[in-house]
């Protein structure tokens, strides 16, 4: 995994970048983290993170223009911007000891000639002084000051100047006019900021503005004599102090990051919903009180994309953007382990992949599509925790082996349509498959492909399992003559559209709709809402045709508020954290109150187990009234049995159940219990199987009151079943659980 | 120890048995058939410890 070829997938994230206001800001502020100091009235933390970027904050407060004002988002609601200057004031009046940083650091080696004691002479003096240079500054005339002594409010800013430089104060040689460099010969460097006008030693023309010095490479230039205003000259002051001492540490000048590289973020969060707030007016003409700049201040957004976050529980949950897990998930294809181990595993494992969040993202960017390659490069180098998805492997394997099923229709060896239903709709009811195929083969030159789209691979990473499934498919596919596919889940579409493109693929509900078909039953305008699943999000053509059957079948229908987010089953992520996937589902469960309509057997699946009132499109059209949905075990069975049933139409003749032997077991338990072993997603088939092996002379254990107790590997998982024998081939569930290590049985 | 071997009639012992996950093998001792050394999990430590350890090993 290249790590360009990862964060490509999340750079056009600007979640964390600086917001619009900061772009504006001569000196970088971040005005986002100073204004929600302020707002918690923390003069002190407010006026260093101010202090920090300004250097000289009463100065600032006085003469910025505040560009900032012209990038508040505020202004996208209609509202004033915040009034920066006026809350830079305040906390400058609140903020009782505003003496400069005190730094504990070892004296450098290093002596830099300051010329000029205006702004841009006093900023870079500091800054180096602070560094613990020896810093020696000459001055023309008697004090310190230069253009701003004509200031009205000189007087402050003399102040904030003599606070700042409390505690590195360098020498300054007032009276002293430096006229040749010769007499800066014993300095290492020089700073050049004589103002508007003053002398430049004849190096201004060779100013280089990145590297701030010129064609002598010890002498650097700042403020008016370059023609920066007061507020450019603080700003290029600090530049210029971090270049002097690169210079002094390597003795050339370099460029070092100094701000960002761009003048304008080009993104305004959206912030629709957020109230509007009017503008803070002070009371008195002395500025804002305390809590008047707090309440000025907390006006500010705190602009900052968090869409992503907010959309999805498994991303609030882990609370990571797209850009940081795209660097996790980089160095996670690095690990080693145990030298240094997997950072992102159960998120990963938890992501539904469901694309909401990339639905929701100004700039698309899905998450699930990062956590994905995760899991594919996982499960190509081994490290993937098979036990996550195992089960739903396994269903694959079975809807793809043992019930598969494939026909051009009776008599046929091509077709101009297929229905391929999935594994999961026969599954919950097999009616759904076999009235479906009644119907399309009534209306339609129509054949059958029952299997599985291979989307059980695709979520476990297993892409060479995705592959084959695919090819296989494409390969039956041609052999029926290229027919055009009739799906009747939201996922196998989204599979086949992005593994097999050149497949036509057309809904049954899109066809059911188009026909007009006729419901079997119409119910008189219940309410309904229909939650749409995850895959049809943009799938309108599909959206609308079961929106108009479920009308045409008699119910009304009200839209729900958050359409589009998965029931839950996305991604296979119960294994891995179930806990996250129930909360998921009965959050979308309790999107509304009304009854579901769906159309996706999984969503009906996990509504059902959620107690959520909830049917599937086909049970409306069929007149079905719908039943608790199966369990693992039955699952399994209806899926045999719709392959018995349509190969029973198709090919006429009495189709036989296939004969597993361990069926002649008769579990007897009871129905709490059931759906307590099948939320572990254990099956009856697992509980039989064990239970047939055991008492067929297996291993097996049994305590004082004849229950007994018995195991079984099934790849990545050793199931456990403890049991009672009834007699008559009959034995009574006491539990059933798994383990996912492995057992060495010698020591 | 209420729990016999089925096969060996035996009651089971506590014995030092190897356990593997993800790479990683550790001992833990647990009812073993003294006879045939077929190991017992009773349904509390599967669920228990052994998920726990399963859980942290995942998230390494």
């Known amino acids: 995994m290249q790590q360009s070829e990862i964060t490509a997938y999340a750079e056009r994230c600007f979640g964390g970048e600086p917001a619009s206001c900061s772009y504006a800001c001569p000196f970088n502020l971040d005005i986002r983290t100073f204004l929600e100091r302020v707002s918690r009235g923390r003069w002190k933390q407010a006026y260093k993170s101010l202090r920090n970027a300004v250097v000289f904050p009463t100065v600032v407060a006085e003469l910025c223009p505040a560009p900032c004002r012209g990038r508040c988002q505020r202004e996208t609601l209609g509202d ?253 294809s690095g690990a080693a382990p145990p030298y240094s181990t997997h950072m992102i595993t159960r998120e990963t494992y938890s992501c539904l992949d469901c694309g909401y969040c990339g639905s929701v993202c100004p700039e698309g960017v899905d998450s699930g599509e990062i956590l994905h390659l995760s899991r594919v490069q996982r499960a190509e180098d081994g490290v993937a925790p098979a036990a996550l998805h195992d089960f739903w492997l396994r269903e694959m394997a079975h809807a793809t082996t043992d019930a598969a099923y494939v026909s051009a229709g009776r008599g046929k060896s091509t077709c101009e349509y297929v229905f391929f239903p999935g594994c999961q709709l026969g599954a919950m009811d097999t009616r759904h498959v076999t009235e479906s195929y009644e119907w399309l083969a009534c209306n339609f030159d129509c054949g059958v492909m ?107 229908l009200e839209e729900l508020q958050n359409q589009g987010k998965c029931c839950g089953n996305g991604g296979h992520i119960r294994a891995a954290n179930r806990e996250l996937f129930e909360q998921m589902s009965q959050n979308r469960a309790d999107e509304s109150p009304l009854p579901y309509i769906v159309y996706c057997a999984n969503c009906r699946d996990v509504f059902d187990e959620r107690g959520k009132s909830c049917a599937h499109i086909l049970d409306v059209l069929f007149g079905i009234t719908p039943e608790k949905a199966p369990l693992i075990g039955e699952k399994r069975r209806n899926r045999m049995e719709v392959s018995r049933m349509l190969r029973e139409k198709i090919e006429g003749g009495n189709a036989p159940a296939a004969d597993v032997p361990h069926d002649a077991i008769e579990l007897v338990i009871a129905p709490e219990l059931a759906e307590e072993i099948d939320r572990k997603l254990i099956g009856s088939d697992e509980m039989r199987e064990a239970i047939y092996l055991a ?35 009959r034995f009574e569930i006491v539990s059933a659980y798994y383990h996912r290590m492995r057992i060495a049985r010698e020591d | 120890m209420d729990w016999k071997c089925a096969k060996c009639d035996v009651e089971l012992k506590p014995k030092k048995t190897l356990f593997s996950y993800l790479g990683n093998t550790f001992s833990h001792e647990v009812p073993v058939c003294p006879q045939c050394g077929e190991v017992f999990i009773p349904p509390e430590l599967a669920e228990g410890r052994m998920a726990e350890v399963e859980e942290q090993l995942e998230d390494k």
């Open chain 1, 450 to 556: 029952l299997g599985c789209c291979g989307a059980p691979a695709y979520w476990a990473g297993r892409m060479d399992l995705f592959n084959d499934n695919i090819s296989s498919i494409r390969s039956t596919w041609e052999t029926l003559g290229r027919p055009t596919f009739v799906v009747a889940c939201a996922t196998c579409e989204r599979m086949f559209r992005d593994a097999t493109p050149d497949i036509a693929v057309v809904t049954l509900y899109e066809l059911m709709a188009e026909r007009k078909f006729i419901p079997l039953s119409t119910v008189n305008c219940q309410l309904s809402t229909v939650f749409d699943p995850c895959a049809a999000r943009e799938d309108t053509a599909m959206r609308t045709a079961v929106r108009t059957l479920a009308s045409g079948a008699g119910i009304a």
């Open chain 1, 80 to 332: 004033a911007p915040l009034d920066l200057s006026a809350i830079e004031h305040a906390v400058v009046r609140y903020t009782p000891d505003r003496r400069g940083e005190q730094y504990a650091l070892p004296p450098k080696q290093g002596s830099v000639a300051v010329v000029g004691a205006g702004l841009a002479g006093l900023a870079a003096a500091l800054g180096l002084a602070q560094k613990k240079y020896t810093v020696t500054v000459f001055e023309r005339e008697a004090s310190w000051g230069g253009a701003l002594r004509e200031h009205e409010h000189y007087e402050r800013f003399d102040e904030d100047i003599r606070l700042q430089f409390a505690f590195d104060m360098p020498e300054f040689r007032y009276n002293t006019e430096i006229t040749s460099l010769d007499e800066l010969r014993d300095f290492d460097a020089v700073f050049v900021a004589t103002g508007d006008g003053g002398v430049d030693f004849g190096l201004t023309p060779t100013f280089d503005p990145k590297l701030r010095n010129s064609a002598d490479a010890r002498v650097f230039f700042g403020g008016g004599v370059i023609g920066d205003d007061a507020i450019a000259s603080l700003a290029s002051a600090a530049d210029s102090a971090r270049m002097i001492e690169v210079f002094l540490q390597t003795g050339k000048a370099s460029e070092t990051y100094g701000g960002y590289d761009k003048r304008d973020c080009g993104h305004y969060v959206d912030h629709a919903g957020e109230p509007k707030k009017p503008l803070i007016v002070a009371a008195s003409p002395d500025g804002y009180t305390e809590d008047e700049t707090r309440a000025e201040a907390a006006r500010c957004m705190q602009c900052d994309c968090r869409k992503c976050l907010a959309s999805c529980e498994m991303l609030e949950k882990y609370r990571k953007l797209p850009t940081k897990i795209a660097s996790e998930v980089y160095t996670d």
């Open chain 1, 695 to 729: 008492e067929r002379g297996g291993a097996k254990f049994i305590d004082a009151d004849g229950v007994c107790q018995c195991s079984l590997v099934k790849s990545a998982l050793t199931y456990w079943v403890r049991y009672k024998p009834l007699g008559d081939g």
